[in-house]
């Protein structure tokens, strides 16, 4: 009885133990991958990710990441440690603030000038095809006026 009881006792400590490590492990390992998903490599590979680019730099910018991580530096620390080291080109997508803001506003604006564009040809085309139908009807109905009044005469 004491033994399994003992027993018990040691499972859960270490139950606790490892479920404590383990959710202490996996948020340095998300907060990791989205620092280094933020950063691009710049060694020629085609600005991959840093988190999936496998060339040397790469990983010696993975190991300053963790390293950084474990002494305890925050994520705007870091990011902004790389950015002062090799500018902005480092950074997967530009910050919003400043000229890079035109960067984020560019997408939206091409869209909407582009369906204003559209919008005025198609309805460019619209105002020239409207007269030359409308003439056209009012000249049949003109016609078949016509008609109906001189097949009345002559049966009235």
């Known amino acids: 009885m004491f033994l399994r009881r003992n027993f ?3 499972i859960l400590a270490l139950s606790l133990v490892i479920v404590v490590n383990t959710t202490a492990f996996a948020y340095d390992v998300n907060l990791f991958k ?8 710049l060694c020629g590979c085609g600005k991959q990710k840093i ?5 040397q730099q790469a990983e010696t910018i993975r190991n300053e990441v963790k390293k950084m991580l474990d002494e305890g530096k925050t994520e ?3 990011l902004d440690y790389y950015v002062k080291r090799d ?4 950074l997967a997508a ?9 960067a984020w506003m560019m997408p939206g604006i091409g869209i909407l000038a582009g369906g204003l564009f559209v919008n005025y040809f198609l309805r460019k085309k619209q105002r020239i ?4 139908s409308n003439e056209k009807q009012e000249n049949e109905t ?13 049966y009235l």
Do not use: D
């Open 34 to 41: 989205e620092i280094t998903n933020k950063m691009v490599c």
């Open 51 to 55: 988190y999936e680019c496998e060339c």
């Open 8 to 10: 018990f006792s040691v």
């Open 94 to 102: 530009p910050p919003t603030k400043g000229f890079n803001y035109l």
């Open 87 to 90: 500018g902005l080109e480092r």
């Open 129 to 132: 095809e409207l007269p030359a």
């Open 76 to 78: 705007k620390e870091i």
């Open 142 to 154: 003109a016609v078949n006026y016509s008609e109906v009044e001189e097949e009345l005469k002559k």
